[in-house]
């Protein structure tokens, strides 16, 4: 009796143990997805982080992130398809300061600012500034372009639907955590500053004029 007994037991204590880690993976792919989720879904008037740390960067009291030059971090890798369908590598502007704005048709905070954008990258498009949208959360592009019409968007956007792109931001620099989002970069393809929330064409010019007159 003992004997047959032995194997039922085991078998038992088996299947408990594919049972507790089948409830892990799910515990830890959850977990995961929230993270991912709790970065590209936020569309509103966006935070600020503070400087602390090893982070070297200062927000001021309008919410906008600075570096100083010598502490900045490189952009990522940030290329692959607009959503004109065309190949876009961020890191062949190079030599130009680059405003990235993260956004989505469906986001109305990105609608309030799309006409400063709009106006403000035809005005500095002969001075060594390019604007690069990252287009993110639209599950076609047929919206995204229709936005762009709209509102007489002429500079290119990458298209992430998922957040990919997104992601490749290093934790603790300044990296996009709120849709919309714009970071400048300066023409070493750094990481000048940020912002968190949908911009006035002042709060627009007053990140981008800076790195312009840098040296």
Same mark, same amino acid.
């Given at each position: 009796m003992s004997a047959d007994s032995a194997p039922?037991?085991?078998?038992?204590?088996t299947r408990a143990d594919q049972r507790t880690r089948r409830v892990r993976r799910s515990a830890a792919l959850t977990a995961s997805l929230a993270a991912t989720a709790l970065l590209v879904t936020a569309c509103g008037s966006g935070g600020t982080s503070g400087g602390g740390g090893n982070t070297?960067?200062?927000?001021?009291?309008? #919410?906008?992130?600075?570096?100083?030059?010598? &502490?900045? $971090?490189?952009? @990522?890798?940030?290329?692959?398809? *607009?959503?004109?369908?065309?190949t876009l590598d961020v890191a062949d502007y190079k030599g130009k300061v680059v405003v990235l704005n993260v956004w989505g048709s469906w986001c109305n905070p990105c609608r309030?600012?799309?006409k400063y954008?709009?106006?403000?990258?035809?005005?500095?498009?002969?001075?060594?500034?390019q604007f690069v949208g990252i287009n993110t959360r639209d599950t076609s592009t047929g919206a995204a372009l229709a936005f762009e019409k709209d509102w007489g968007i002429t500079y290119p956007s990458l298209y992430?639907?998922? #957040?990919?792109?997104?992601?490749?931001?290093? &934790?603790? $620099?300044?990296? @996009?955590q709120a849709i919309p989002? *714009?970071?400048?970069?300066?023409?070493?393809?750094?990481?000048?500053?940020?912002?968190?929330?949908?911009?006035?064409?002042?709060?627009l010019l007053k990140m981008l004029k800076p790195v312009v007159a840098e040296k």
């Open positions: 039922q037991r085991s078998n038992r204590t070297n960067f200062v927000t001021g009291t309008d #919410g906008v992130a600075t570096v100083a030059q010598g &502490k900045r $971090t490189p952009a @990522p890798d940030l290329s692959g398809k *607009t959503i004109a369908g065309k309030a600012e799309a954008f709009a106006k403000v990258s035809k005005a500095y498009a002969g001075k060594g500034v992430d639907p998922t #957040g990919k792109l997104l992601l490749r931001f290093k &934790k603790g $620099t300044l990296n @996009p989002s *714009t970071l400048i970069l300066d023409r070493d393809g750094k990481i000048a500053s940020r912002s968190l929330s949908a911009l006035s064409e002042e709060r």
